[in-house]
Each structure stands twice: as C-alpha cells, then as structure tokens.
C-alpha cells in the first residue's frame, strides 16, 4: 500500500511567499517532481519546463538589482555576484525558508530516498515557482518575489566573489596558458535527475573531474579540484 505524504495545503505556501495564484494549476505543476508522475507526463506535467523558464526570469531579475545596487561595480563584480545568487545552493535556501518540501508532489521512491530534502530539487522548485508566478502574471509580479526573497542575499553576501570557472581561467592566464577546456566525459541517470561527470583540462598540470547534477555544477567542482590541488585556493 502507498503511503506517500500528502502534501501542506498549497494556500499555506502561497501566504509565505505573499502571492496568491490566479491558476492554481500552475503552482501544482511548479511542486509537481516527474516521480510522481507517469513516465508519458512526466516531461510536461511536472516542474521540469516551468525551471528552465524560472532560471532565465531569475536571471534578468537579479542582474537588474545588481546594477541598480552596486552603480559602481564592473562587469566581472557583477557577474560574480549573479552567480552566486542563481547558483542551486541559494535558490535551494529560499525553498527552504518558504517550506517547499512540505508542498512537493514526489513518488514515493523519491521520497523515501529524501527527495523533499535534496538541494538539486529545492532548487529546481524555486525557479519553478518563480515561472508559475510569471506565466500567471508576469515579470512584475515574479520580480517581486525575487526581490522579497533574494534582496537581502545580494546586499549581505560575504562569501569569495569569484567562481571556481573564473578563477581558474583567469589563473591560467596568469600563467601564460591557454583557455581551460570543459568536456562531458558521461552523463547518467534519468531525465529528472541526470548526473553528469566533467574533466578540466589546463595545459601544464593534471585535468580536474568531478561529478554534478548539472553540467554548471559539475565543471565549478572540477575547476575547484584543481585550484585546490595547486593551492589557489585553500580550505
């Protein structure tokens, strides 16, 4: 017998994030993880569309309060400062401040194995309820809740600024070296939930590898591995 959870009442998530939905339907198909789903549905019904819309939304919106709140950083300062806030670890934390594992709608294989817990679906669900806001109505609205959410994130930040990615290539061209070369050595797992296995090359020292459930993730660990290696960075 299943003994899958159901799921908060979604009205509870819509007074945490302050926006109550014209369509419900949206925000159900935002929580929706394609585990829950069969497998001709999963694809459209679940959160997986609604991310890759998110993530781009997300984008726009944070660059736009970057340069209206650091007038006097440079490119690179503010491109450093987007990354860090889209990065999975931070949207994975607003899910978590809003409750969105109480609201997901997951199979129970998935959720026995921690799924309304796992940093890589948090995040996803952020940046599907970041499109659910904007597909029901639109970029003001979805701003604002990113805003509501990710403002005092970008003014507090106080981590590195600098990526793995960049930090390793503008270290190579310190060096004299080329460009570092990011290949996908395999991709496994199922379409929901792919992990990917990424080597850095960089002429003149051993290539980096790691594994990630993206290829972003992926390639920051591995340029991380080699930073590390040749002590750029330190514990």
Same mark, same amino acid.
């Given at each position: 017998m299943s003994r899958r959870k159901r799921p908060v009442s979604d009205a509870a998530l819509e007074e945490r994030i302050g926006y109550q939905f014209n369509d419900k339907e949206l925000l159900v198909r935002a929580l929706t993880h394609a585990s829950a789903l069969p497998v001709a549905?999963?694809?459209?019904?679940?959160?997986?569309?609604?991310?890759?819309l998110g993530d781009r939304v997300l984008g726009l919106a944070i660059a736009t309060m970057l340069e209206e709140t650091f007038p006097t950083a440079d490119e690179g300062e503010l491109a450093r400062r987007l990354n860090q806030l889209v990065k999975r670890e931070t949207c994975a934390e607003v899910s978590k401040v809003i409750l969105? =594992?109480?609201?997901?709608?997951v199979g129970d294989a998935e959720a026995h194995t921690g799924g309304r817990t796992k940093t890589a679906i948090l995040a996803d669900?952020?940046?599907?309820v970041i499109a659910a806001i904007y597909l029901d109505s639109g970029y003001e609205e979805a701003?604002?809740?990113?805003?509501?959410?990710?403002?005092?994130?970008?003014?507090t930040y106080s981590g590195p600024l600098r990526d793995a990615k960049t930090t390793l290539q503008e270290w190579a061209q310190s060096k004299g070296r080329p460009t570092p070369l990011y290949e996908t050595i395999t991709r496994s797992g199922p379409d929901h939930a792919p992990v990917f296995k990424i080597r850095v090359n960089v002429e003149g020292v051993d290539p980096g590898e790691?594994? =990630?459930n993206s290829k972003r993730i992926a390639e920051q660990s591995a340029a991380e591995n080699i930073l590390r290696r040749e002590g750029v960075w330190s514990e």
């Open positions: 549905k999963a694809s459209l019904q679940s959160y997986q569309r609604l991310e890759f969105i =594992g109480q609201h997901m709608r669900m952020c940046e599907s701003a604002n809740f990113i805003a509501r959410f990710f403002a005092e994130r970008m003014v790691a594994v =990630g």
